[in-house]
């Protein structure tokens, strides 16, 4: 079947510590998109990719990065930067170029800070 | 930027009865608006989506109404059952200057059916 898989379901960062949270595709989108959920608050666009090779900053990309090098893949990397990381991401993909496709979103990543 | 309302406040009713969930925004008037539904621990999984020229669109139980005057859309489950317990999201497709497909999403109405 078709669809998104994140990994790990469940992730721990240490103070100081990077860690990346992985989200692979097999619906042949071009899209992909990171998002933030906090409790109670909608999602929050961290970073977007319309193509292979090519990524633009959200609302909330600072303490962030990611890299598109292979059209099935948009892994997140959350920095030592971002001082408040714990949440749940989410990752998502549509086709390009159509406005009017739905994101198809995977299972999520929660992250805490030990 | 766009500004999404949705009852944070959850919303109880009994089994059979149609649940109603509002989703108000400003600003601009979206090219599209899209239903969402999350289950605890889970992603978004699409229900619905209906454009700025549509005023209703119907699914199976689901129905979704788009109110461009009033910048609000409303969100109806009919014969509600327990397993339409759930958070569901609405989301704003902006009009597109560029390449993309952006949605701005709404904070989440929980809806909690009772037997």
């Known amino acids: 079947d078709g669809g998104i898989t994140q990994s790990p379901k469940y992730l721990f960062r240490k103070e100081g510590q990077n860690v990346t949270l992985s989200c692979e595709q097999n619906l042949n989108h071009d899209a992909m998109y990171w998002y933030r959920q906090d409790p109670g608050q909608g999602l929050r666009l961290i970073y977007y990719?319309?193509?292979?090779?090519?990524?633009q900053k959200g609302d909330i990309a600072e303490g962030y990065s990611v890299s598109r090098e292979k059209k099935e893949s948009f892994p997140l990397t959350v920095t030592s930067a971002q001082k408040n990381p714990t949440a749940f991401y989410l990752c998502a993909s549509s086709m390009f170029g159509a406005g009017n496709q739905p994101q198809h979103f995977g299972d999520g990543t929660r992250l805490s800070i030990l | 930027s766009q500004k999404i309302e949705q009852n944070s406040e959850a919303l109880n009713i009994q089994e059979g009865k149609t649940a109603t969930l509002t989703c108000n925004y400003t600003n601009y008037s979206p090219a599209y608006l899209q239903w969402y539904r999350q289950d605890p621990g889970r992603g978004p999984v699409f229900l619905l989506l209906i454009r700025e020229n549509e005023k209703e669109k119907r699914k199976e139980r689901l129905k979704v109404t788009f109110d461009t005057t009033l910048k609000q859309s409303l969100f109806h489950i009919t014969a509600s059952q327990p397993a339409d317990s759930a958070t569901y999201l609405c989301a704003l497709e902006p009009p597109r200057d560029n390449a993309g497909n952006m949605l701005t999403f709404g904070g989440g109405t929980r809806l909690m059916v009772k037997p």
């Open positions: 990719s319309q193509i292979v090779n090519d990524f």
